[in-house]
């Protein structure tokens, strides 16, 4: 990570006062310290080997199953491929769950039995269900192949990559678990098939599409767990433009810090206000609602580096538009892009976000900022005048 994207983080945290808001939050980890009634303790030993795991533990009928929807690309030898993740839970919920919604109404300024309560338990849900590491998911691509994905990590997430049949580029195919009824959750995703060559557009989440204040602790709390997931201003208006003007079969890829366990909130967004595409998600902190703040605020400019490197692996051909916004690490992960991979990056767009709540520190917006970002990028690539958006 660059030293002025890390010294721009510690500042908005310190502005923020993040670190007090983290430490007086409920600490409920999911990772459990012993083998729940579920795991035996052999599975508790191998699902340290995550996918080489040689016995991996089955589906059962009262667990929960996420699929996550995907984009389809063909790999050197011209096979169809896709990156195929899943997550498995056991449904009950931690028994502290009460304790946790009041803590974060009392973040927000509810008051106690305040309805709102009821929408932060139904969020919450994802973050204090015990996670099921080793587990192995079978599933139906497009009613007909059938795949094994995992056996996930210790952080119940698995994610491979598998040869799929082919399908007409720009289409998009269905695949559904099988699993033992009774299992809940996302049980099916989508495939999106995207040919090498044309456009693709690879976008962030928050403050860059929707209203998450990632500047403010107590105003990440409120947007995730009490607020309705609102859209930026302008801006679905300007990515159906965006995808009339790539055609319809471009790629979408949706970049966020967020974890894993905001995929169900974040898809229903993305379905309600935007063109479809893959939401890449974080899967380095399941264990605290606190470390909501922490993925979203830390270390933001290295692992977007690193994620737009993988959808350079997989269309390399491609002519990508990134967009972003100034309030985390994008301009610089953007201008990393941009000089590892020459020619690759046709357009960067930076929405500059004005209201002070959400940028946190205003150098965030000083030019010399987005030069020493867009360094040796040809400024018809680079955003020379970053749009205004409070």
């Known amino acids: 990570m660059s030293s002025q994207s890390a010294r721009l983080e510690q500042e908005t945290r310190r502005h923020g006062h993040f670190s007090d808001t983290e430490s ?3 600490s409920v980890s999911t990772i459990q310290a012993q083998p729940s009634r579920k795991e035996h303790k052999l599975t508790h030993l191998l699902s340290y080997l995550g996918s080489n795991n040689p016995l991996p533990a089955l589906i059962v009928a009262d667990d929960v199953v996420w699929l996550m929807d995907n984009v389809a690309f063909r790999d050197r030898a011209g096979n169809w491929a896709a990156e195929f993740v899943g997550c498995a839970f056991d449904h009950r919920a931690s028994p502290k769950v009460v304790d946790i919604v009041g803590d974060i109404a009392d973040k927000v300024g509810l008051s106690r039995d305040d309805q709102e309560e009821g929408t932060i338990e139904q969020r919450i849900g994802p973050f204090v269900m015990e996670i099921l590491p080793g587990r192995q998911i079978k599933v139906d691509f497009d009613g007909k192949t059938q795949l094994k994905l995992g056996p996930g990590g210790r952080n119940g997430i698995s994610s491979d990559v598998k040869r799929i049949p ?14 033992p009824k009774g299992v809940v959750g996302m049980l099916k995703m989508q495939t999106f098939f995207a040919e090498p060559e044309g456009w693709a557009v690879i976008s962030d989440v928050d403050d860059t599409i ?3 204040q990632t500047s403010d602790p107590v105003g990440i709390l409120k947007s995730t767990f009490v607020s309705e997931a609102t859209p930026v201003r302008g801006m679905p208006e300007l990515y159906r433009q965006i995808r009339e003007l790539v055609t319809p079969s471009a790629p979408f890829f949706y970049l966020t810090a967020s974890p894993y366990n905001l995929y169900p909130f974040l898809r229903g967004f993305r379905d ?11 899967d380095s902190s399941w264990q605290t609602i606190s470390g909501l703040l922490s993925n979203l605020t830390l270390g933001t400019e290295a692992y977007k580096t690193d994620r737009i490197a993988k959808v350079h692996s997989w269309l390399p051909k491609r002519n990508l538009i990134l967009i972003g916004d100034s309030t985390q690490g994008d301009p610089e992960a953007y201008g990393n892009a941009c000089r590892a991979f020459p020619g690759w990056i046709k357009l960067v767009l930076i929405r500059k976000v004005t209201d002070i709540a959400a940028i946190g520190i205003r150098e965030k917006n000083e030019p010399q900022r987005f030069e020493k970002a867009f360094d040796q990028v040809p ?9 205004r958006n409070g």
């Not at 400024?379 to 749009?387: E, I, K, L, Q, T």
């Open 379 to 387: 400024r018809y690539v680079r955003p020379a005048h970053p749009s």
């Open 210 to 212: 929707k209203i998450t």
């Open 24 to 26: 007086s939050l409920a």
């Open 166 to 179: 082919k399908a007409p580029g720009g289409s998009l195919v269905t695949t559904t678990a099988n699993v």
């Open 272 to 282: 309600q206000h935007f063109p479809f595409g893959q939401l890449i998600l974080r």
